[in-house]
T-cell receptor, first 114, second 114 residues
Framework: EPEVTQTPSHQVTQMGQEVILRCVPI?????FYWYRQILGQKVEFLVS????????KSEIFDDQFSVERPDGSNFTLKIRSTKLEDSAMYFC????????????FGSGTRLTVV | GDSVTQMEGPVTLSEEAFLTINCTYTATGYPSLFWYVQYPGEGLQLLLKATKADDKGSNKGFEATYRKETTSFHLEKGSVQVSDSAVYFCALRGDYSGTYKYIFGTGTRLKVLA
């Protein structure tokens, strides 16, 4: 079964550093998403991406964050100047049809900011 | 705005017991509704979905019926197994053009004892 692949599975970074979280969505999917889950809390929407541009973003997704699809396969989330409160599990997801299908999520990247 | 409310966990059951996890939602129009499951150390997996009123989603013995009149999408299983131990998330996708995001409930942890 096709999978969404995320790397790394766990990243530790110093406060103030920049991190890039990487995702390889399912190859024929067109819609891409990032969500985050702070430990013990709900899964929160960050951003959706379609046709090489952001289609929707939450209030969490401020200037500290950016997304990019640098080639035909990767989808990245960049977090600049990380803060302690950015520590969370970050999930990438993709879908082929925004209307009716559920997403396929990756297994997540656990980001720890120290 | 749209929201999802799930029953608080954890829920602890004996093997073969009946499971109900309540989920209610607030949304305009006719959102699509989903249940996701997160096993320990893993990402989110789509369990089942329903896209219109009175639809019943089912998978792996789990069922949920989209009830517009009570704005509910309760998850049920007739006989749980130890392997069902996980966190279950109810989610909705809004029914208005241009939105792609899912809104998740806080999750309900299920623990099944042998």
């Amino acid at each position: 079964e096709p999978e969404v692949t995320q790397t790394p599975s766990h990243q530790v970074t110093q406060m103030g550093q920049e991190v890039i979280l990487r995702c390889v969505p399912i190859s024929n999917h067109l819609y891409f998403y990032w969500y985050r889950q702070i430990l013990g809390q709900k899964v929160e929407f960050l951003v959706s991406f379609y046709n090489n541009e952001i289609s929707e973003k939450s209030e969490i997704f401020d200037d500290q964050f950016s997304v990019e699809r640098p080639d035909g396969s990767n989808f990245t989330l960049k977090i600049r100047s990380t803060k302690l409160e950015d520590s969370a599990m970050y999930f990438c997801a993709s879908s082929g049809d925004k209307a009716n299908y559920g997403y396929t999520f990756g297994s997540g990247t656990r980001l720890t900011v120290v | 705005g749209d929201s999802v409310t799930q029953m608080e966990g954890p829920v602890t059951l004996s093997e073969e017991a009946f499971l109900t996890i309540n989920c209610t939602y607030t949304a305009t129009g006719y959102p699509s509704l989903f249940w996701y499951v997160q096993y320990p150390g893993e990402g989110l997996q789509l369990l089942l979905k329903a896209t219109k009123a009175d639809d019943k989603g089912s998978n792996k013995g789990f069922e949920a019926t989209y009830r517009k009149e009570t704005t509910s999408f309760h998850l049920e299983k007739g006989s749980v197994q130890v392997s069902d131990s996980a966190v279950y998330f109810c989610a909705l996708r809004g029914d208005y053009s241009g939105t792609y995001k899912y809104i998740f409930g806080t999750g309900t942890r299920l623990k099944v004892l042998a």
